[in-house]
């Protein structure tokens, strides 16, 4: 008799981190993802989760819950609302209606006392590129977030694009509809201030903040928005 093999393991409950230092992050409801020690995903209430503990067992642990709407005092939609607390109680941040302004769509994101914290811009293509991204944060340089293989400097670009020529060919053909290629779902972004890396994102799938200086709330509410 094989005793215990299909016992199910009792695992803690997945507690809330603090958002302010937060490195890397996902928007999703998956609290424990399936491993190849855990059978079936776990699912949580809607939040900006970071990924806790090791591979087998990972967890991720909620820093900043998505509004439900079940409040009838939200400041915006529950989509663009978080608050520290899943029972809605502690407001974090939140964005307002987006507005166009010069052909740019721009989100204004604020605080829990209504001061605006910064300002998410979703500039216009230019071919063969799509839309790129602008973040302004008071008292910083403009954050500007690109396709990865059009991000950096002259020689970084050039470089990217001579060996996307010898490889990349390839790639597209045993993987279409990848990074720009028509029917790709996500797409990497390199988000720089001047020739600093500030976050590298993947949708809402997979976002790294690379400096301590941006608000995490900005890059909560690029996940909120999402690249579209």
């Known amino acids: 008799m094989g005793f ?6 009792e695992e803690p409950p997945v507690e809330p981190v603090p958002w ?14 399936k491993t190849a020690k855990r059978v ?19 967890v991720l642990a909620p820093c900043a819950y998505v509004a439900t709407g079940e409040s009838q005092s939200l400041p915006s939609e529950p989509g663009l609302t978080l608050y520290e607390d899943v029972e809605q ?20 994101v604020r605080d829990a006392q209504g001061q605006a ?8 293509p230019k071919r063969p590129f799509k839309h790129t991204w602008r973040i302004d944060q008071p008292g910083r340089p403009e954050i500007v977030g690109r396709n990865k293989m059009a991000s ?38 390199e988000w720089r201030s001047g020739d600093e890396v500030v976050i590298t994102s993947l949708g809402s ?13 900005l890059a909560f509410a690029f996940a909120l928005v999402g690249d579209k």
């Open 4 to 9: 215990g093999r299909n016992k199910k393991v």
């Open 117 to 124: 914290i910064g300002t998410l811009r979703r500039v216009p």
């Open 152 to 189: 950096g400097s002259a020689k970084e670009v050039a470089g990217r694009a001579a060996g996307r020529f010898v490889t990349g060919v390839f790639d597209d053909l045993l993987n279409p509809g990848q990074g720009d290629q028509p029917g790709s779902r996500y797409r990497p972004l």
């Open 40 to 58: 079936r995903s776990g699912f949580g209430p809607r939040a900006i989760r970071v990924p806790q503990g090791d591979m087998d067992m990972q």
């Open 89 to 108: 109680q502690q407001l974090l941040c939140y964005l307002d209606a987006p507005q166009e302004v010069k052909g740019e769509r721009h989100h204004v």
């Open 20 to 33: 302010a230092d937060v490195n890397e992050f996902v928007l999703g409801s998956v609290e424990r993802p």
């Open 205 to 217: 799938t997979k976002i790294n903040i690379c400096t301590d200086w941006i608000d995490r709330r």
